[in-house]
Nanobody, 115 residues
Framework: QVQLVESGGGLVQARGSLRLSCAAS????????MGWYRQAPGNQREYVAG???????QYLDSVKGRCTIWRDNAKNSVYLEMTSLKPEDTAVYYC?????????WGQGTQVTVSS
């Protein structure tokens, strides 16, 4: 089993910044990709950013230039720095990890951006 624990969400004013963190534990020997999804009320979950092991970061078009994803492989962790936040970034953010051929999800952390 794989466990993902997120932290770092909260309430922030528009144009502010937040950093999300996610630590993976358990059977993660074949950890491949780590990343982030989000889901706003009434919307489907959408891919925000991902970073494969040894690969390049990918971003949702609407967050390019405002978000940076990176990993600390020694800590089996992934981070998402979000800047210039907008009210439309308000959502529950989920950490995801691909281990082998299986995907795992964290419990989610709320990010609320006030105008």
């Amino acid at each position: 089993q794989v466990q993902l624990v997120e932290s770092g969400g909260g309430l922030v004013q528009a144009r502010g910044s937040l950093r999300l963190s996610c630590a993976a534990s358990g059977d993660i020997f074949r950890l491949r990709t780590m990343g982030w999804y989000r889901q706003a009320p009434g919307n489907q979950r959408e891919y925000v950013a991902g970073l494969p092991t040894g690969g390049s970061a990918q971003y949702l078009d609407s967050v390019k230039g405002r978000c940076t994803i990176w990993r600390d492989n020694a800590k089996n962790s992934v981070y998402l720095e979000m800047t210039s936040l907008k009210p439309e970034d308000t959502a529950v953010y989920y950490c995801v990890a691909m281990v082998g051929s299986s995907w795992y999800w964290g419990q989610g952390t709320q990010v609320t951006v006030s105008s």
